[in-house]
């Protein structure tokens, strides 16, 4: 809420009017109101700050362009920047200086946040706009998140049917603080893991399983029932594999954790997804395409019909490219249906259908029903099968976009791989408009980055050309707190991108191989993974060691 300090401040400038004040002051506590001043037509932020500076004897420091380190940013718990509005941007051994727009909270806010500190707090001015921006690069706390989060579907029922010292408060807690810790710190799955004589939690942070707790081995049964009863799973069955799913408010953002439990030799093992539709990339220049790579993508999903895949192994981002075409192609005119298992996000305008093999819908009756639904456009999770092949194919050549994946190494594999299914070849190259092949490599972190020596004998072995090998510059992770210690932040996708050219046809009917079908299409311009992998090493995105290993078999 909007201090009656500031308020008066605001009005005796001429800037706003009190009753417009009053307006702003009607929001909610834990939000920043007084952003909505820059959206007023009198109200000059510069001019603002300057006559605030002057009033109140403090120093006013214009922060359009300035660089805070995010875990000074995130060292106030967000409740507290919010109460205080203000923003920590610099920490010395002594002394800490905070920015804020607000001069009212000085006097009150010196004194507590130099307690919460145990070092000087000092105040500066900065504007509107500017405080706005650096409050965005703010990360939430574990501890804040933990008071935020909220279930959005609960099973009162059967959490009534367990006895309260199975589930104590400290495990709650527990529970609580693995969720939330996952989100900030952007892992994709949780491992929670009983063995004889340790219970363990690992989080996959970049693709990598990393040690997170060792809880007491007598927690187990009341973390493993918390789960489960998140999830909505039987509890009292713990001899099969259970699927389920867990719906909170983290922070403010919509979190879906999709949960699986497998009985194992010493209990339950639950490992959660997690999927953040926050973090869900639909512009596709963003994903990691090359210009000339994503030009022929483009190309191959805006065609009126075809089908168009993408291949790659589990966890190489396969969704997030299909979505952010999927995103590309949702406009009003067009019929889009999908057949996901399960369904990852919610899209908006989109007819997304969750395949259930219990209750007969397989993909290849989802795909025959889309077909009588007066589809433009069909999404279908995987191809794993003859029957889901033909009528995809069929699709495709009846008018329809069919976009799916295949698990394959590459893009030339994946037409053998239809072929082998029993597809015929000219139906192959009928239908098929474009293929892409992707990988994630971890992404070097930017705080620590630092050059390392490369012979270009090295170089040339993964690659390089000779001439290349001795300009390129190759950079490494040092490792420090942001990254966990690891050296990488992040993840980047490479792809290989397999445009269904003239002599790519001729070769298919001739049911080439996929070696064949790769020298042609690298004739055609076609970068493999290798070498799209090599670029992004060149640019100091990541590291030598990671395009190796993520296009181990990619043969040059």
């Not at 305008?349 to 209750?359: A, D, L, S």
Request: glycine residues 6%; aromatic residues 6%; proline residues 4%.
């Amino acid at each position: 809420m909007i201090r009656k300090e500031f308020i008066d401040i605001v009005t005796n400038t001429g800037m706003a009017t009190l009753k417009e004040m009053r307006r702003l002051s009607m929001g909610k506590d834990d939000e920043v109101n007084e952003f909505e001043l820059l959206q007023m037509p009198y109200f000059d932020e510069h001019k603002f700050a300057k006559i605030c500076s002057e009033k109140f004897a403090v120093t006013f420091i214009d922060l359009r362009n300035a660089k805070v380190p995010s875990e000074t940013l995130s060292s106030l718990r967000k409740r507290l920047v919010i109460k205080y509005r203000a923003i920590p941007i610099q920490k010395t051994a002594n002394k800490v200086t905070l920015a804020t727009f607000d001069p009212s909270v000085i006097s009150e806010g010196t004194k507590e946040l130099s307690d919460v500190y145990k070092k000087q707090a000092e105040f500066i001015l900065t504007n509107l706009s500017s405080w706005r921006k650096l409050f965005s690069g703010i990360k939430e706390s574990v501890d804040d998140l933990i008071n935020n989060i909220q279930e959005v579907t609960s099973n009162s029922t059967q959490e009534e049917s367990i006895k309260a010292e199975d589930i104590s408060d400290d495990v709650v807690t527990f529970v609580n603080r693995l969720l939330a810790e996952a989100f900030v710190k952007k892992a994709s799955d949780i491992h929670v893991e009983p063995y004889e004589r340790v219970f363990r939690v690992r989080f996959r942070i970049d693709g990598n399983l990393v040690e997170i707790a060792t809880p007491p081995k007598s927690m187990m049964a009341s973390v493993l029932s918390r789960l489960k009863i998140m999830s909505q799973m039987d509890i009292s069955e713990k001899r099969k594999p259970q699927d389920g799913r867990i719906k909170l408010m983290i922070g403010g953002n919509p979190i879906d954790y999709r949960v699986s439990s497998l009985p194992t030799l010493f209990g339950e093992k639950i490992v959660l997804r997690l999927l953040d539709s926050t973090n869900l990339q639909l512009d596709m220049t963003k994903l990691g395409f090359e210009q000339k790579q994503l030009d022929v993508f483009k190309e191959g999903i805006h065609r009126p019909f075809g089908m168009c895949l993408v291949t790659g192994p589990t966890g190489s981002g396969k969704t997030t490219t299909l979505y952010s075409a999927i995103a590309d192609l949702n406009t009003p005119d067009n019929n889009i249906s999908t057949a996901e298992d399960p369904v990852e996000f919610n899209l908006e305008g989109i007819n997304q259908v969750n395949v259930k093999k219990e209750v007969g819908l397989t993909f290849a009756t989802a795909l025959k029903a889309f077909l009588r639904q007066d589809p433009d456009i069909i999404m279908v999770g995987e191809i794993r099968d003859l029957e889901v092949g033909e009528i995809a194919v069929e699709a495709a050549l009846t008018g329809h976009l069919v976009l799916s994946t295949l698990h394959t190494n590459d893009a030339p594999a994946t037409v053998t791989r239809l072929l082998n299914m029993g597809i015929e070849p000219f139906l192959v190259v009928a239908a098929l408009n474009v293929i892409v092949a992707q990988r994630l490599c971890r992404k070097i972190c930017i705080n620590c980055r630092e050059e390392r020596k490369a012979l270009p004998e090295e170089l040339i072995a993964c690659g390089f050309a000779p001439a290349s090998a001795e300009k390129i510059k190759v950079y490494q992770g040092k490792g420090c707190d942001i990254c966990n210690n690891t050296g990488y932040k992040g993840r980047v996708a490479i792809y290989e991108v397999l445009q269904v050219t003239p002599k790519v046809r001729e070769l298919i009917l001739r049911n080439a191989s996929a070696d064949d079908i790769k020298k042609q299409a690298i004739r055609d311009g076609m970068k493999t993974l290798r070498m799209c992998a090599l670029t992004k090493v060149a640019q100091g995105l990541t590291t030598l060691e990671e395009a190796v290993s993520n296009s181990a078999s990619d043969q040059l």
